[in-house]
């Protein structure tokens, strides 16, 4: 399994290799990176739920530093020009199309963040394996005219859940991945633009609170993929961990994302898995 997406450490060059966990931080060639929201959350999520089944060594991290200018985002994309793993996500990344076409979609492909904001845009969103948006994302998803998050048509830019499967609808007009879940208040797991079950609960507002929530459903729900669990009973299942995971760390707002990783493994545990 490969996750590859930049930090935003300006002039970090390209690394890429395996991952040593700690409490709030974790290590890649012997440089040691923090645990927060973003790729960081998302690669330390999928450690653990990896951990678990004893597979963290498969887990490869494709990184570099890019603060928004691309020079980092671009080396990534060229490792990705050939893939030698069953699964990869690319997330943070700039979306850049002349560069998303290279990839190599002969194996499953993730989009997330700015890797599924360049499939969408370079219409090539049906060569991905899955997606996970936001409900903003997917109204990015579902607006035809729209290049990027920023543009998104007025009409349905402030959307609440009830307008969510019409959305999908929406996106699913175009070129879009078999597997979708859209994260949010209520995740709703979709196949092939049907949605196929919802998660609503438990529910805890303080989640919402925490940057990096997002990123760690992401993290369980791939790495489950990559374990050999379906992809729809994976997305189920992510949905549900992940909303366990704050029955379990009864988290505040200054509760810090890595507080809710290490209980990936309990969460895991009590699901019997």
Not at 189 to 213: H, L, Q, R, S, W
Not at 214 to 221: F, K, N, S, V
Request: glycine content about 10%; overall charge negative.
């Amino acid at each position: 399994m490969i996750i590859a997406g930049a930090v935003p450490i300006k002039g970090m060059e390209l690394i890429k290799g395996h991952v040593k966990l700690n409490k709030d931080t974790f290590e890649i060639k012997n440089k040691k990176l923090p645990i927060s929201m973003g790729t960081c959350a998302l690669l330390s999520a999928a450690f653990k739920t990896l951990e678990y089944f004893g597979k963290e060594n498969e887990l490869t991290f494709i990184t570099a530093g890019d603060v928004g200018e691309g020079d980092g985002s671009l080396k990534i994309y060229e490792e990705l020009h050939e893939i030698n793993d069953d699964l990869t996500i690319i997330h943070y990344i700039k979306p850049k199309i002349s560069e998303i076409i290279k990839v190599d979609f002969s194996k499953n492909v993730i989009g997330d963040a700015g890797g599924m904001y360049a499939g969408k845009a370079a219409g090539i969103g049906n060569k991905f394996h899955m997606f996970f948006p936001d409900v903003g994302e997917l109204a990015f998803l579902a607006d035809e005219k729209s290049s990027h998050p920023a543009y998104v048509r007025g009409f349905i830019s402030e959307i609440d859940d009830q307008e969510i499967p019409k959305l999908i609808k929406m996106a699913y007009t175009q070129k879009m991945p078999k597997n979708m879940v859209v994260k949010g208040s209520k995740d709703h797991i979709v196949t092939e633009g049907n949605i196929i079950d919802t998660v609503e609960y438990p529910k805890f507002e303080a989640m919402e609170c925490i940057g990096g929530t997002g990123d760690t459903l992401t993290g369980i729900a791939s790495s489950l993929i990559a374990c050999g669990f379906k992809t729809e009973k994976a997305g189920i299942l992510g949905c549900k961990l992940n909303r366990k995971l704050g029955e379990l760390v009864k988290p505040r707002p200054d509760t810090q994302i890595y507080e809710i990783i290490q209980k990936i493994p309990e969460a895991l545990k009590e699901f019997d898995i």
